[in-house]
């Protein structure tokens, strides 16, 4: 079982709609935890992190993190087609400090938003 | 792109041959990342550096070396290259005092 289980779609919505793609983990040390958003043949960029428990808003991004449940989600609201692209969930253990910072990543979700 | 610019951005080369490919950084970043990508496997690590001449290896580090002389320049190396190792490669570098990572553009290569 891997550590971390994202859906790897793919997901197509209509555009406007709310979109929740999700990832479990299995490993309760992760307290870091990332969005990346990646379009073809592009680099990953970082779109959300948050840490611990709890929900972080950014414009049209909701990123939420239930630790009790090992359950990470990002939420878009009024999508666009711009927004589709590969989204990619990563977290780590560690907090900054001295360690090499190891992310542990989710498998990726292809989303496709349709006019 | 955090300043990071990878070289070749594709490269096609056959079975048995040596390659090298190269990550630059402009804003001195103490650490550095090679990841590659596949389908069904997202991101996996290589390597990483913690430092001039300081590397390590990552979960998918067989068949690879690193090397890393200089601060801004972080060398991935096969050897002998396999058709296994047909991937898009990815070099990071890590944002000081936090985990966020930040990604270079890829490098495409396909081993014949």
């Known amino acids: 079982q891997k550590e971390v289980e994202q859906d790897p779609g793919p997901l197509s919505v209509p555009e406007g709609a709310i979109v929740s793609l999700n990832c479990t983990y299995s490993?309760?040390?992760?307290?870091?935890f990332m969005w990346y958003r990646q379009y073809s043949r592009k680099g990953p960029e970082l779109l959300m992190y948050t840490y611990s428990s709890g929900n972080k808003e950014d414009g049209r991004f909701t990123a939420q993190v239930d630790k009790s449940s090992k359950y990470i989600s990002l939420f878009i609201r009024d999508s666009q087609p711009s927004d589709s692209a590969t989204y990619l969930c990563a977290m780590t253990d560690n907090a900054g400090g001295t360690s090499y910072g190891k992310l542990t990543f989710g498998q990726g979700t292809i989303l496709t938003v349709h006019p | 792109d955090a300043g990071i610019t990878q070289s070749p951005r594709h490269k096609v080369t056959e079975t048995g041959t040596p390659v090298t490919l190269r990550c630059h950084q402009t804003?001195?970043?103490?650490?550095m990342y090679w990841y590659r990508q596949d389908p069904g496997h997202g991101l996996r690590l290589i390597h990483y550096s913690y430092g001039v001449k300081d590397t390590d290896k990552g979960e998918v580090s067989d068949g690879y070396s690193v090397s890393r002389s200089k601060t801004e320049d972080f060398l991935l190396t096969l050897e002998s290259a396999t058709s296994s190792q047909t991937s898009v490669y990815f070099c990071?570098?890590?944002?000081?005092?936090?985990?966020?990572?930040?990604f270079g553009p890829g490098t495409r290569l396909t081993v014949l």
């Open positions: 990071a570098i890590r944002a000081t005092n936090t985990d966020t990572q930040y």
């Open positions: 804003e001195n970043h103490r650490y």
């Open positions: 490993n309760s040390a992760f307290q870091y």
